[in-house]
């Protein structure tokens, strides 16, 4: 027996629908590429959404095609995704910070058929578009007047493009698992991944992330997302601040610490999330200038670990509280947000900073467990960890065009990172599952060695690495680039570990060497130091 | 083309797995129908549902079969929801208010097969089981000691019933759509027409009150539901608590203002919810007792319209936030809460409170239109009222079994009600659409009326009633039910009007009466009154 409710697919255009008939007037605003700060409300943005989806279907594009973006965080590219996804097109997300070879790999894998892009990649696209014979027209997102001469392929400026058409559109009909948005992980080996959102997950993962103990967005937060829309389907903001009808910041181009806080504070922003960087280098103009934040309430950070000065800082000099977060693109992206729960009761300032610095906890929407390499459950105790799995609504089965089954027989996806979970539900990434140093029956964590490496004065950088050994499997050996103008004393470094972790956990030993290699987003190339060291034998 | 993203179907089961998992030992307290104030936790909760759900599949409850419950607000009565729900029965909630003759209706419709019922009701349902034969077994809530002898059909104590099995139990795989929930109305018109809630809907709904503008529930918060569960599926307190974490408080039977103000106090409860008389009571409470409510910080008025006295005194004297809502049994039931949007910009108390008494807006989740009798929309002005429709994955499309259609073309349901909407999207209600008086083609809304009228120091009680004219369709008729020990001037009451509406707004006439008929939830009959006033002629 069914119920007797409604049909109402949960499709990406109620988002803004709602937001331009319940938030009709709530101000995007946006630094443009152009320079000026633009402002548009939701009932505009959703106007000229009906425009792009009316000229989309225009130029041909059709239900499933793949049409990419590659742009900041502006008003005209927010209303892209929702005029593209419309007419049941998906929009496709590209990272301009990756390599070239990564962009025209992703491209084409996707088989994009248009490309809306910002003045900024027009000269990159002209090296590259010879390499992306998909890609049949360049919408470049500007006006006529700032339109650079081009020979993009039928380029045309955004403005005159959508001009052609009037706002008289009905959005299409869709089942809401319809594929919506498309977005390549870059992850450390192999090639990108595509993962394939569905108006049902965007729409459900905007719904979990507006939830309090998550984003919990409301009308009268001023939401400045400085992640980039590219990155991991922008952390949601796009979908869960219209849903909120919050007003929405949009920083553009320019992330440097003045340029954020001037919009911090000029447009009252409520509520932040960009990677540690980006409020490592804001905190840094703060304190140059004196400048206050009287309006920020909290930042989401996520992307790598907070360090726990810039948690302090935020909570004790500007009364801002620093919710970090994990995720991952296969997730939508979020999985968790380091919100207090109550029974961590009464906490003092270094207990409740103890606790921050943990990943935190799943909202409704998103299961979680830690595994042992046998695929048993591991206890929530906050010191076992294995492998870290996920379930739920918002989670890729599989990757856009590949074969391989990315599930387990549960229906979890094994996120790659080995995590431990405390007794009450906050996780914690310990090691990326294919960088923990499995010794002895015991996994050792490569990242607490580096972490506890640069703790010393001798080392810039750090790699712990595994490496084979006939006893134990695989020892850690410690890869240090010196700090400039210093000659690293290895024993000196190893009695620094040995005064922070247990003896079998030290690194049987310590290499100098003057570079350590790194993806385009930064991340340690561990699979290519791991060859480098493949020959190396323990000493002894 | 469809997306790749995890098939995880919106099941009930997954609200209280959530919060077993993630919030386990948050407490559910609850105040017993045997007296004393009781302890569990969610974890403890979700294992005494899973033995429900056992225990019911043992008595050969199956699949779409609906299970009756007549109880108050104790985690006994949730954790049956769950049970029931969890093995793809619905639980069916009988309201004890109503009159007998309407159980007896109810649960005949329904084909209840079991029944859960607390001691309160024994008695009652020893007078009516003879006519309910679709009912083979009553479970009694409560333990072996407090087991009243009874003559009901297959009596048990229910915490006899449930320890014969253990929580070993794997809870059904359903589809999203399956029904779940079954509850009627009470209409003042019909027989009762049942609303069958699904899965997907309940969840959905859940998610879509938590968001912050509507409930906006954290695990921080502290949440009881004074609404009772049997009133419009408890206003998704049931689902909403558990999902966001928040510790629940359960009222019980004791709904007076010294036994809610003991919970609120003690337990530190955050937020509560019920209809405007519960409010009324407990602040003439607390003015009696002096006594404070340091930890609430905002309450939820439905039902009916809250008066501005009880909204200013919550905000002046004890800093809570009322947040009116709005919703019907057939919307799951929540559709607009009145929280602030920030289009109001900062506001002086009575001007606050001028939009506090308004129904709110609706959330994420619901489209809202307001209709002439033409079908024609009317403009959000705040001033234009027509008929209230509503489209939403939590709204009804049917009645349970009943045939007739309840949506229009476009897939709308017609609340039955009359309001206006502002431009920033808040609603309020002016009427019942079968109540409002239609004059000439204009509108006259016989709740403003009624309101006015008992602003006059001769009238107990009002109604307004239209009734038939030739010239103008219908005129005004006012019904009042004078003051005791007072003569009541016509005249007077006429002119107190003419200082509050228009000319053409005031009724034709005035009759005294010495009672005005109520259903059995307090609702002016005025259908009995029109009957009564069907043969009288406008004077002149």
């Known amino acids: 027996m069914h119920g007797l409710m409604q049909d109402w697919p949960l499709l990406i255009h109620k988002i803004i629908d709602h937001a331009a008939v319940q938030h009709a007037g709530r101000p995007v605003v946006s630094r443009s590429v152009e320079g000026p700060i633009v402002r548009t409300s939701y009932a505009a943005l ?23 973006t590659l742009a900041w965080n502006t008003a005209r590219h927010l209303e892209t995704w929702y005029g593209i996804t419309g007419i049941g097109a998906v929009y496709h997300t590209l990272n301009p910070r990756l390599f070239e070879d990564q962009i025209v790999y992703i491209a084409s894998h996707a088989e994009d058929r248009l490309l809306f892009l910002d003045l900024t990649f027009v000269a990159m696209m002209e090296r590259l578009q010879d390499r992306l014979p998909s890609i049949e027209r360049y919408v470049v997102l500007t006006d006529a007047a700032h339109m650079p001469r081009t020979r993009l392929r039928n380029a045309v400026a955004y403005e005159d493009w959508i001009a052609e058409v ?105 509520v932040s999330a960009a990677v540690p960087t980006v409020w490592f280098t804001l905190l840094q103009h703060l304190e140059a200038t004196g400048l ?43 999985g968790t947000v380091c919100s207090l729960k109550p029974d961590y009761g009464d906490l003092d300032v270094e207990a409740w900073l103890d606790v921050k610095e943990r990943a935190g906890h799943p909202f409704f929407g998103i299961e979680m ?18 492998r870290l799995k996920v379930r739920g609504p918002a989670i ?24 431990t979970i405390d007794r009450f539900g ?32 001798h080392v810039a950088e750090a ?10 499997g695989e020892r850690p050996l410690l890869v240090v680039v010196p700090k400039a103008g210093v000659e690293p004393d290895k024993d000196a470094i190893l009695a620094h570990l040995a005064t922070r972790l247990a003896k079998w956990q030290l690194p049987d030993e310590v290499v100098f060497v003057e570079e350590i290699p790194h993806t385009a987003t930064g991340k340690i190339q561990k699979v290519a130091l791991r060859e480098r060291f493949e020959g190396w034998t323990p000493p002894g």
């Not at 065009?401 to 094994?414: A, K, M, N, Q, T």
Request: some cysteine.
């Open 463 to 472: 790699a712990a690495i595994g490496v084979p050994h006939p006893k134990w």
């Open 46 to 68: 959703r106007g000229r959404a009906l425009k792009v989806a009316k000229r989309l279907a225009r130029d041909g594009i059709r239900e499933g095609d793949r049409v990419g």
């Open 166 to 270: 009037d706002e008289d559109f009905a959005w299409a009909a869709l089942e809401e698992t319809a594929a919506a948005g498309l977005c390549y992980t870059s992850g450390t080996t192999g090639e990108p991944k595509g993962v394939l959102y569905s108006h049902r997950s965007n729409v459900l993962h905007a719904m979990m992330a507006n939830q309090r103990d998550a984003l919990g967005l409301s009308s009268r937060d001023v939401a400045m997302p400085v992640v980039p829309l590219f990155h991991a389907n922008g952390w949601s903001f796009g979908f869960s601040a219209p849903m909120a009808g919050a007003t929405l910041v949009l920083p553009g181009p320019k992330l440097d610490g003045g340029s954020l806080a001037e919009l911090l504070i000029e447009e009252k922003v409520t």
């Open 292 to 334: 206050e934040l009287p309006d920020l309430e909290r930042v989401v950070i996520g992307g790598s670990a907070c360090p726990r000065a810039v948690t302090r800082t935020f909570r004790e000099r500007y009364g801002v509280e620093v919710l970090h977060a994990w995720g991952m693109t296969e997730m939508s992206p979020l």
């Open 426 to 457: 906050n996780m914690q990434v310990v090691d990326r599952s294919k960088d923990v140093i499995k010794s002895g029956g015991e996994w050792i964590s490569s990242i607490d060695l580096e972490n506890h490496a640069v703790g010393h004065p």
């Open 396 to 419: 890729a089965k599989a990757y856009f065009h590949r074969e391989e089954p990315i599930l387990d027989h549960d229906g979890f996806f094994d996120t790659g990172d080995v995590a």
């Open 369 to 386: 467990r830690i595994e042992d390499d046998d695929g048993r459950a591991l206890p929530w105790d906050g010191e076992a960890f294995g």
